[in-house]
């Protein structure tokens, strides 16, 4: 166990459905991410939040909508996805944004049909 | 931005045998070089990191070796063992930055 959890591990959602993603952090960590791993591709970062301020939107779609409500949970939003976007979502977190040791929740496993 | 590649993509060695896993990147800004394990079903898990004031670091059987100036950094595993299989990412970071470049990763499978 890493400390960060992520609910739910599976999800398959239809085009039209509206779903959200959750990350809790145990570790008392100010910086939270959220990347997507697609197969044969490197971890692609999505939004980065430090202090619970968003600090990197790396051209997301906005069907992709993150919340950081407090330093321990991020949300990630999700409305009228495509097929593309199924992947595996991982939620990190760290002590600060930088070069600091991030730790990766298990991820939620995205299908979109 | 910063362009992170990997190599090879697939590694199968002995089991007691060493495994070395290579990263090149571009950016001379990079001072923050970790290395991932991911085993199936789970988060990536740093293994290893290294600054750029540091060209090796070692911690039991893996260690990572750092050249600036070529900018390519390594992952060395010795004395393999089966539960070392799994996919493994480099990475870079800048101190100022917010966010990691990660490589394609390596999948590594230990044959006892």
């Known amino acids: 166990e890493t400390g960060v959890t992520q609910t739910p591990r599976h999800l398959v959602m239809g085009m039209t459905n509206k779903k959200s993603l959750k990350c809790e952090q145990h570790l008392g960590h100010n910086a939270m991410y959220w990347y997507k791993q697609s197969a044969k591709k490197p971890l692609e970062l999505m939004f980065v939040y430090n202090f619970k301020e968003q600090t990197e939107n790396n051209s997301v779609p906005s069907r992709f909508s993150p919340e950081c409500p407090n330093s321990s949970h991020l949300f990630l939003h999700l409305h009228t996805l495509q097929p593309e976007d199924s992947a595996l979502y991982l939620c990190?977190?760290?002590?600060?944004?930088?070069?600091?040791?991030?730790?990766f929740g298990p991820g939620t496993r995205l299908t979109v049909t | 931005g910063e362009n992170v590649e990997q190599h090879p993509s697939t590694l199968s060695v002995q089991e007691g045998d060493s495994a070395v896993i290579k990263c090149t990147y571009s950016d001379s800004a990079s001072n923050y070089f970790p290395w991932y394990k991911q085993e199936l079903g789970k988060g990536p898990q740093l293994i290893i990191d290294?600054?750029?004031?540091?060209g090796e670091k070692k911690d039991q059987r893996i260690a990572v070796t750092l050249n600036k100036t070529a900018k390519h950094f390594s992952l060395h595993i010795t004395e393999t063992q089966p539960e070392d299989s799994a996919v493994y990412f480099c990475?870079?970071?800048?101190?100022?930055?917010?966010?990691?470049?990660f490589g394609t990763g390596t999948s590594l499978t230990v044959i006892p």
């Open positions: 990190a977190s760290s002590q600060g944004a930088g070069s600091y040791e991030q730790y």
């Open positions: 290294i600054r750029s004031n540091v």
């Open positions: 990475a870079t970071g800048v101190n100022t930055g917010n966010q990691f470049y």
